[in-house]
């Protein structure tokens, strides 16, 4: 299993990261993809990229717009550009977000990297921006949108990523749009230390991840753990095997 978006850079895990990884491993987990938030945190994120193991990405996420508007002007060693994107619930014009959002869109076309993308309330506006630039190769991470949407998105090139949401009984949103998209398109995450999978409660991380797989291959009733190590690998998130082990 691959961790394709968790912010493993965040202060909630300055106590605990290298037991936090540890139990990654032994639940399985080969790597996490570690989406950046805003500028000033791009070179801790490097550093503490560097000594994990993670893959990073480089961005400038939607709720750090009122502080910085930074485009990844330096990709050097990043793997994705992101999380970047959509949100209706930032206190940023929308204009302005679409216009960031255009750069970051522009950067990982022009270097080839998948781009990861947070959209919330604003599906209405997203494919419109994306269709500027034909397909778009990249992750569109806990997916938020209905289902009706889904066939838009896949039909753009991008793969949907569900998190914790899908293991909450009364998630119906999430679940009919599950059950939508194309085996080859899905992806797993756990967007830690958000959306701790039912039933435990607190501070989400990677270990939990098999929570959402599990939900994930009971709510499709089909294995699914080989198809989301390819997808992961067919968007360049390749990590060495790990065997699992006692914690």
Not at 175 to 182: C, G, K, Q, T, Y
Request: charged share 25%; hydrophobic share 45%.
């Amino acid at each position: 299993m691959v961790d394709t978006h968790a912010h493993l850079d965040d202060p909630a895990f300055d106590a605990d990261r290298a037991a936090v990884m540890q139990r990654a491993a032994a639940a399985g987990v080969r790597g996490v993809m570690v989406p950046a938030i805003e500028a000033s945190a791009w070179p801790r994120l490097r550093a503490l990229s560097a000594e994990h193991g993670w893959r990073f990405a480089i961005g400038t996420h939607p709720h750090a717009l009122v502080r910085s508007r930074a485009l990844p002007d330096d990709l050097r060693g990043a793997s994705a550009v992101g999380e970047c994107g959509l949100d209706g619930g930032v206190p940023v014009p929308m204009e302005d977000q679409e216009a960031v959002l255009l750069g970051h869109l522009a950067a990982a076309h022009d270097s080839g990297l998948p781009i990861l993308l947070h959209c919330w309330r604003a599906h209405h506006r997203l494919p419109a921006l994306l269709r500027r630039f034909g397909a778009v190769r990249g992750i569109l991470h806990s997916y938020s949108g209905g289902a009706e949407l889904v066939d838009v998105y896949v039909k753009l090139g991008l793969h949907l990523s569900f998190a914790g949401a899908v293991t909450r009984e009364a998630a119906r949103r999430p679940v009919e749009a599950l059950r939508r998209v194309p085996r080859e398109r899905l992806l797993a995450e756990t967007d830690a230390p958000d959306q701790c999978p039912s039933p435990l409660r607190g501070r989400s991380e990677p270990a939990m991840l098999p929570l959402v797989v599990r939900a994930m291959e009971r709510l499709r009733g089909e294995p699914l753990l080989d198809a989301l190590h390819a997808n992961a690998e067919a968007l360049g998130f390749r990590f060495p095997a790990v065997e699992p082990h006692d914690a």
